[in-house]
């Protein structure tokens, strides 16, 4: 077995010493501090009017504001951020190693206060999607109104409410907080890091979301809040009590941000493991300290735009009011210059992630890793100087307006810089199209048009043109869905392994990609020409010449949605019992790729050492960082980063045999095994689905593997190999000599020889390389089949099954023989039943799915029995021939009462189709 | 609000040390960062008020209803800058008083001194607000005025409040040796922040 730790469930021996108070325990404490918050605010209120003698005692404006925030931090209080800090402010003893809120235990951990930063980040993504569920739902609605020309749904009033919530949800709830969600996870452990600089800030800054967040998506209850996401003045003085509490939801979820920002750039500056000098951090953490720093120094902004608007809406303050000698224009400078760095807080974690994918995914060092840090620097720094461009027909000082078209065009350069980076970098690649691939690619894409559509409106005559209308929403949607959004999405698969230990289903991966990617382009590509028509935004009835158009872009928008759904449907059925993931599914080089999925409580057991840049892909023998045992093992700390043994083989790869070397070996605890599954003609989907089941049965043990398909002979899989680790020894799985072709090559002396490593030979019958794995990770599926056996319908379901998890087949051919079994009848049957089955184990051996069959007298139902007691089936199929006895209800009851608690789906087939060997 | 009396003795030394690449002291390091992100909050504050002054108003002070222009009391004003200019001294006395020479006696001394020259301030400046003659919705002069001192005397709250909490620290837990004094350091910092914004703010608005 490996020498590191085992996984967050179990601490790991330590003393941990965790706090006994149960949920429900906490969950009173907050009901009442937030209850008992909300009536004194009103008390206190209704108190100072009177002591002040303020005349009229009640003013809602007044009581909103002071319930949202008291309540707000009552809610903190109870649910428990401050105690710790109570505690020290009260000069009790307090103990600053203090673990016993630190790590999940079961699920109820993730639903208080924790400390550990990556129950944290789980925490921040479940807030965060639920956010843009509702968001989602808030622009489907919008694209309801917007279907016909007229008004339907509501006024005017409430179509803006619509768009105004939507945009404010999924800006300040779900795009911000989703990046420091994953940095949060992510970020600690790629810097070497066992937590964040602050835990209990950081916790603290997780649960204010939740406060904000219901402030805002509530704020249409108490009267619309319509001005947008932008809340200029003097509309927002205008509009319904909603706005209030958005202007005090901002205050709270900005909090949130800067707390979190400050607590990345400390963790970044102090906590980096040794050896991470500047030039060898990842990019996502550039990006990540980068962004921060736009937080520390941007939101404040935001928050004092609000704070004026506030005193203006709620104590009749004049900051805006041109009667009272205020400046209304003073708002959008003053929020602009927060809003625009905004966009780049919302885009530059994205870059950070799709860097590290790019080159994963490329099997290449980045092209320009300096170019890449520096432009992100230099987009920062360069995005407090463009603000006005949002500004071209405010009426704001004319000669503002060429120097900031002029700087807005020069910001586009270093975001070309990136694009071209990550366009070299897999310019030559061994580019694997997995879903964070396809995802990562799709956004060059769609952000190349959104960085296009915006230098256009940088320049002046042409934004003066479209500005305001849906050009420009074209635009912020390319950006932030085809931007943020995309590289969210291709971070949260990427990562999803490490975060959950489990595998997400890379078909439906990639059926989302593609329904989203395309639903994408088709709900906002027409947007562009609507502007430029001239159709205003933000306006719930419009021309009808526009209509078809909408109609389209309506329609459009369903498939999109659709995509979504596929994706949640995938994250949260895999994350519930998808296969276990391996340590390091993508080959990653990165510390968080180093480590168990998931890592264990404190990351790592002791300090790892950097030694390298992060994506040397491809040069042999380059390191990024050595990773430590603990030192009850050693005694000293003891180096386990562990050399490679390639292991090659075709169709042996998921054979007892070669498990059972490979875990014998692991025990060794000095190797890490990187499978080569050699394909020279065969399938190559097939030869994946084998090399899964292999992996999964591994990851199950605890096992560091990983593998890939490569086109080849062994001689190209082990180059692959060993082209990017550091490879100690070949193992070779065959057929025994005689009836393998590579034994008839000499293939054993000739890889010695060429590649100078020791070669061992794992010799696997023919029959085992084809038997289902009956081990944990392998899910075992009962087959209960009539003459639909050996149909290409069953291959095709199990094929699909297969796609989903791994899995081993026992097919079960019921005979229903009901007379004595040696009479000649029976015996034709029975060898009819053998063919049917040998040409099924046949079928399915071709795409790549392992199984074995058996012929019974009984019926259906006596095969159900056998399947759950015999063979401990995880799932039974009955495939039903069309008019076949199998297809009758009464059959596949019988089946269901016999199998009790274990799954039974019926699937049927048509008899004649002969089954296809060639499968995919 | 009781949480469980610590009793953590094994995972602190169970729990594997941090790994440190720079010697910077995080607290002190996230009390500066704070610190610009408050730098900004009255960059955005003091930004309404240019606008209100140079693009928009024709005089300054502009006139109040009755016709007359507004005033600020300077000289009063001026007295209560030096006492908090002063109350920054005397929290460096205090920490100086810790640093070399151990004397947590001399730096609760300080820490009270500099806390009743805050707490002065704020007296003066209500004191100030009750006697102005014109109310934060009397022209955009009233608002950016109050809302300008009015987020400053919150700070000198939140500043007094650390350091109230760093005199309980001393007093009740014994904290802070000529070592180790992070949260007195930080809070001290913040201090002087507080008042380096007050100077500013009492030569914009008060002064010229
Ligand atoms: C090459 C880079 C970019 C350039 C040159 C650019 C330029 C512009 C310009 C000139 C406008 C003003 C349009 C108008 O209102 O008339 C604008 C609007 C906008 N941009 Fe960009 N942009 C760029 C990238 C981005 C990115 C990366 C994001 C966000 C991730 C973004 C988000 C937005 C948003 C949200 C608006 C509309 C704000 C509103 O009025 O609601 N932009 N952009
Ligand atoms: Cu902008």
Redesign the pocket.
């Known amino acids: 077995m490996a020498t590191h730790a085992p996984t967050h469930s179990d601490p790991s021996g330590h003393a941990h010493h965790v706090d006994p108070r149960p949920l429900s325990y906490w969950w009173k404490r907050a009901t009442l501090w937030s209850a008992g918050s909300f009536l004194f605010s009103f008390g206190l209120i209704w108190f100072m009017r009177t002591i002040f003698g303020m005349d009229p005692l009640w003013v809602s404006q007044v009581y909103v504001t002071a319930a949202a925030s008291l309540t707000s931090i009552g809610f903190l209080i109870g649910i428990g951020c401050f105690d710790w800090w109570w505690q020290w402010m009260t000069g009790r003893r307090v103990d600053g190693e203090d673990h016993s809120m630190h790590g999940a235990h079961s699920w109820r951990d993730y639903f208080k206060v924790n400390t550990d930063h990556k129950v944290i980040g789980v925490q921040y993504m479940a807030i965060v999607f639920t956010f843009f569920v509702l968001a989602g739902l808030l622009a489907e609605a919008v694209r309801a109104e917007l279907f016909t020309a007229g008004q339907t749904l509501g006024d005017g009033e409430t179509y803006n409410g619509l768009f105004s919530v939507h945009a404010t949800v999924m800006i300040f709830l779900f795009v911000i907080p989703a990046f420091a969600g994953l940095a949060n996870y992510i970020l600690p452990i790629m810097i070497g890091a066992k937590d964040m600089a602050f835990p209990r800030l950081n916790a603290l800054s997780v649960w204010m979301l939740i406060p904000g967040g219901l402030m805002m998506i509530l704020s249409p209850v108490f009267g619309a809040f319509s001005a947008g996401?932008?809340a200029y003045v003097p509309l927002a003085n205008q509009g319904g009590t909603g706005t209030t509490l958005f202007e005090v939801g901002v205050q709270v979820v900005g909090a949130s941000s800067i707390a979190t920002a400050i607590n990345f750039l400390v963790t970044i500056f102090t906590m980096r493991a040794p050896g991470m000098t500047v030039w060898r951090m990842p990019l996502l953490v550039w990006a990540n300290a980068t962004t921060s720093a736009l937080v520390v120094f941007g939101t404040p902004f935001i928050a004092g735009s609000q704070f004026m608007t506030l005193f203006d809406r709620v104590i009749g303050t004049q900051f805006f009011d041109p009667a009272g000698g205020g400046d209304v224009i003073a708002y959008q400078h003053i929020f602009w210059f927060y809003s625009h760095p905004a966009?780049?807080i919302?885009?530059l974690p994205g870059f950070g992630i799709i860097s590290e994918i790019i080159a994963t995914f490329s099997r290449k060092p980045i092209f320009g890793y300096r170019a890449l840090a520096f432009s992100t620097v230099a987009i920062a720094v360069l995005g407090f100087g463009v603000w006005a461009?949002?500004m071209?027909v405010s009426g704001m000082a004319a000669w503002l307006r060429v120097p900031m078209m002029i700087t807005?065009i020069i910001?586009?350069i270093p975001?070309g810089v990136k694009i071209f980076s990550w366009l070299g970098t897999m310019w030559g690649g061994k580019i694997h199209l997995k879903t964070p691939m396809l995802y990562a690619m799709g956004f060059i894409g769609v952000f190349v048009i959104?960085?296009l559509s915006?230098?256009m409106?940088?320049v002046i005559p042409v934004?003066i043109q479209v500005?305001d209308t849906y050009f420009?929403v074209a635009?912020?949607h390319y950006?932030?869905v085809g931007?943020?959004v995309f590289t969210i999405f291709a971070g949260v698969h990427y990562w999803f392994p490490k975060m959950t230990g489990k595998m997400y289903n890379e078909t439906l991966g990639m059926i989302s990609f593609w329904i989203i990617f395309i639903g994408f382009n088709a709900t906002f590509m027409p947007m562009h020409w609507l502007g430029i028509q001239g159709m205003p935004r933000r306006v719930s009835a419009y021309d009808e010449r526009f209509e078809a158009v909408n109609q389209f872009i309506g329609i459009a928008s369903i498939v999109m949605t659709l995509g979504f759904l596929v994706f949640f449907y995938n994250m949260i059925t895999s994350w519930r019992s998808g296969p276990k993931a391996p340590w390091n599914p993508w080959r990653g080089r990165t510390l968080e790729w180093l480590v168990s999925s998931p890592p264990s409580l404190f990351n790592f057991e002791a300090t790892p050492q950097v030694v390298g840049g992060p994506y040397q892909y491809g040069i042999p023998g380059a390191r990024h960082a050595v990773v430590f045992a603990p030192e009850e093992i050693g005694g000293e700390l003891t180096e386990t980063e562990k050399r490679t043994i390639v292991v090659v083989a075709d169709e042996t790869v998921a054979s007892a045999a070669l498990i059972d070397e490979v875990r014998h070996r692991a025990s060794e605890g000095l190797w890490r095994f990187t499978f080569a599954v050699a394909n020279e003609d065969g399938d190559s989907r097939a030869a994946d689905r084998r090399l899964q089941v292999a992996l999964s049965v591994l990851a199950e043990s605890g096992i560091d593997a990983s593998g890939t398909v490569v086109e080849g002979d062994p001689f190209a899989a082990v180059a692959a190999v060993s082209a990017e680790e550091d490879v100690h020894e070949v193992m070779l799985a065959t057929y025994p000599t005689g009836m393998s072709a590579w034994m008839a090559d000499d293939m054993v002396d000739r890889l010695r020889k060429s590649t100078g490593l020791g070669v061992t030979r794992v010799v696997v019958r023919p029959e085992d390389a084809r038997a289902p794995l009956s081990l944990p990770g392998v899910s075992q599926v009962a087959v209960v089949a009539d003459e639909g056996l050996g149909t290409a319908g069953l291959v095709a379901a199990l094929r699909e099954r297969a796609d989903r998890r791994p899995i081993g087949v026992i097919l079960l051919s019921p005979m229903n023989l009901t007379g004595p079994g040696w009479t000649d009848e029976a015996e034709e049957a029975r060898s009819a039943a053998f063919d049917r089955v040998r040409a099924a184990i046949d079928g399915l051996q071709a795409v790549g799915v392992q199984s074995r069959g058996e012929v019974l007298d009984g019926d259906a139902a006596a095969a159900a029995t056998i399947a759950v007691t015999g063979h401990r089936a995880d799932e039974i199929l009955v495939i039903a021939a069309r008019g076949g006895r199998l297809e009758s209800d009464e059959a596949l009851a019988a089946v269901r009462a016999a199998a009790g608690t274990v799954p039974v789906e019926r699937i049927v087939v048509d008899a004649e189709a002969p089954a296809s060997p060639s499968g995919s | 609000m009781a949480t469980v009396e610590p009793t953590i003795s094994a995972p602190s030394q169970a729990t594997p040390p941090p790994s440190r690449g720079s010697q910077i002291s995080m607290g002190m390091l996230s009390m500066m960062f704070f610190i610009g992100s408050e730098v900004m909050l009255f960059g955005s504050l003091f930004a309404a008020y240019f606008f209100v002054r140079f693009n928009v108003a024709d005089q300054w002070p502009p006139l109040n209803s009755a016709g007359e222009p507004f005033e600020l009391p300077k000289i009063i004003t001026g007295v209560n800058t030096a006492i908090l200019v002063a109350s920054s001294f005397t929290i460096h006395w205090g920490e100086h008083r810790l640093k070399h020479y151990g004397d947590r006696k001399g730096l609760e001394r300080g820490l009270l001194v500099t806390m009743f020259l805050g707490g002065t301030f704020l007296l003066i400046q209500v004191n100030e607000y009750i006697h102005l003659g014109f109310t934060p919705q009397d022209q955009a002069f009233g608002s950016t005025f109050y809302t300008l001192t009015g987020f400053h005397g919150l700070h000198v709250f939140v500043g007094l409040t650390l350091l109230t909490l760093c005199y309980i620290r001393v007093k009740r837990a014994h904290d802070f040796t000529p070592q180790w004094s992070t949260p007195l350091q930080a809070s001290s910092l913040y201090w002087h922040f507080v008042d380096v914004v007050w100077v500013l703010l009492y030569i914009l608005v008060y002064l010229v």
């Open positions: 996401w932008t966009v780049y919302m885009m461009h949002h071209f807005t910001i586009a975001t959104g960085g915006g230098v409106l940088a934004d500005t420009v635009h912020i950006v932030f931007g943020s």
